[in-house]
């Protein structure tokens, strides 16, 4: 390996943070646009529609100036299609989640996805999971209850079984996509679940439709071009810079939450809220280094 082509990867780890950064600053803006349009009447299903259809301005611009659509040819349609039904049920849940629940409350919930994701792995693609990732997959549901508050009276169940629906779902579609990723590219991912997302807004709307007042539109259409961006800084974080490097500032999306949370609505996220999601991150961030881990070559000993 040439020195030019061992420090290229830390050229662009800044500018894979930085993406990063950046994409979930997307999310939580997103988060809150649902959040207040939904406090505005506009219906769940609506809000996906507008989510996916004008997510395409963002994806339909990158697909053109980098891979072509070319890439939108498949291999995997079955592979696409329950991608998408576990993604968009995570979406819906997601999206209902935000209406129940505080928006630092709401996002904490989705640290959990990690979690869940190590677990489906080992029952759906029979991956070994050794006893650290376990114990850290235990520890990081221990932080899930500090944040449901499971004393009676105190929790919110709608909510919480939203939010974790949420997580759920994410998990199962990142399982999903291990299953399609030899054969598919990212773009090609991402199109046919921003497709599929359309196509249920389009018919759930049908039977519950809200025509929405100007100010709310204007945040709906916007609602979807910031949620294509962010999907995209998200691939462009991953193409620039390692997945290990970049994954730990997920996290930062609660930083944006609790600020918009506070700025528009003057929520206060709770001591316990904060606590047990620094927990479920930290057990987050440790089942990623045993991740990385188990794909790191061996080094062998310098026999000098």
Excluded at 1 to 15: D, E, F, R, V, Y
Aim: net charge positive.
């Amino acid at each position: 390996m040439t020195a030019a082509a061992s420090q290229m990867p830390h050229q662009h780890n800044g500018l894979g943070i930085a993406y990063r950064v950046a994409a979930m600053a997307c999310m939580a803006c997103l988060s809150a646009i649902v959040k207040w349009t939904g406090q505005r009447g506009i219906p769940v299903f609506e809000i996906i529609l507008f989510r996916n259809l004008f997510a395409f301005v963002p994806l339909g611009l990158y697909i053109w100036h980098t891979t072509g659509f070319s890439v939108l040819r498949t291999q995997r349609p079955l592979g696409h299609l329950t991608r998408s039904a576990i993604g968009i049920f995570g979406m819906t849940c997601g999206f209902s989640a935000v209406q129940h629940l505080p928006l630092t409350s709401a996002t904490a919930f989705n640290f959990a996805s990690p979690l869940f994701m190590t677990a489906l792995s080992a029952l759906i693609l029979h991956e070994h999971v050794g006893r650290h990732r376990w114990g850290a997959v235990i520890v990081g549901f221990v932080g899930v209850l500090i944040m449901v508050h499971p004393e009676p009276g105190h929790m919110n169940v709608l909510g919480v079984s939203l939010a974790m629906g949420s997580a759920v779902g994410a998990a199962g579609a990142m399982v999903a996509v291990r299953q399609i990723a030899a054969t598919e590219k990212g773009a090609t991912i991402v199109f046919y679940f921003t497709a599929a997302g359309t196509a249920l807004g389009v018919v759930g709307s049908a039977f519950h439709w809200v025509t929405p007042d100007l100010t709310t539109f204007g945040l709906l259409v916007l609602g979807g071009l910031i949620g294509g961006v962010g999907q995209l800084l998200l691939t462009e974080a991953l193409r620039v810079a390692p997945v290990g490097v970049v994954a730990p500032f997920d996290y930062i999306q609660l930083i944006w939450a609790t600020g918009l949370g506070f700025l528009i609505w003057g929520e206060l996220p709770q001591a316990a809220t904060l606590a047990g999601a620094l927990v479920v991150a930290a057990s987050g961030i440790y089942i990623l280094h045993r991740e990385l881990r188990r794909f790191r070559p061996a080094v062998q000993p310098n026999p000098t």
